[in-house]
């Protein structure tokens, strides 16, 4: 996929744990992003980076958290997990504005 | 809040048939236009950009977009069972907002053979 991974693929977590999604590129792109997946909403973006240190919230981002220290990695951190944050949860890289992203292959999350 | 909309479908066609699937948007300041196509259980693939007024072609797809009516098509011909999918239309922000994407929620797309 282009140099993107995400990790884990699959997560079944409980209500109330803090739980960490990793996401990491080869690519050097400036820009990432984490979106959520849902049927009957679509990809709705959470936060993004457009460089180290460098993040800004998208349009639902309560309840996490991101943080990118390096280029090539970009964590998105649910506090405290509930249940409507069970998703699937998207990477994207984009190299410079006005280009197409890059997905990466997914994390399927279910909060129990 | 900036929307992109698209019929959820389903659209169905048979096997060698064009398909026409359509997307409008509402920011008039968006410059750069997207199609991609999500197979069920997987990441969305882009398939075509635009970014001018008219028809841009690559083999069987050919995106169209109209600005002035602030309007989106693909058009995929000689349809083929591996069409299926869900195809998404994603539109850049205007200004500051120009590298983040709004997406529509999608059309699926069945092909029939």
């Known amino acids: 996929d282009a140099g993107i991974t995400q990790s884990p693929r699959h997560k079944v977590t409980e209500t109330g744990t803090p739980v960490t999604l990793r996401c990491h590129q080869t690519e050097n792109h400036r820009y990432m992003y984490w979106y959520r997946q849902d049927p009957g909403h679509g990809l709705r973006l959470i936060h993004y980076?457009?460089?180290?240190?460098?993040?800004d919230k998208g349009e639902v981002s309560d309840g996490y958290s991101v943080s990118r220290s390096k280029t090539e990695d970009f964590l998105l951190t649910l506090e405290s997990a509930t249940s409507s944050q069970t998703s699937v949860y998207f990477c994207a890289i984009s190299k410079d504005t006005g280009r197409g992203y890059t997905f990466g292959s997914g994390t399927r999350l279910t909060v129990v | 809040q900036k929307e992109v909309e698209q019929n959820s479908g389903p659209l169905s066609v048979p096997e060698g048939a064009i398909a026409s699937l359509n997307c409008t948007y509402s920011d008039r300041g968006s410059q750069s236009f997207f199609w991609y196509r999500q197979y069920s259980g997987k990441s969305p693939e882009l398939i075509m950009s635009?970014?001018?007024?008219g028809d841009k072609e690559d083999g069987r797809f050919t995106a169209q977009l109209n600005k002035a009516s602030q309007y989106v098509s693909l058009l995929i011909r000689d349809s083929q069972p591996s069409d299926s999918a869900t195809y998404l239309c994603a539109v850049n922000g205007s200004g500051g907002s120009n590298y983040k994407l709004t997406f529509g929620k999608g059309t699926l797309l069945t092909v029939n053979p």
């Open positions: 980076s457009y460089g180290v240190k460098d993040t």
């Open positions: 635009i970014y001018s007024n």
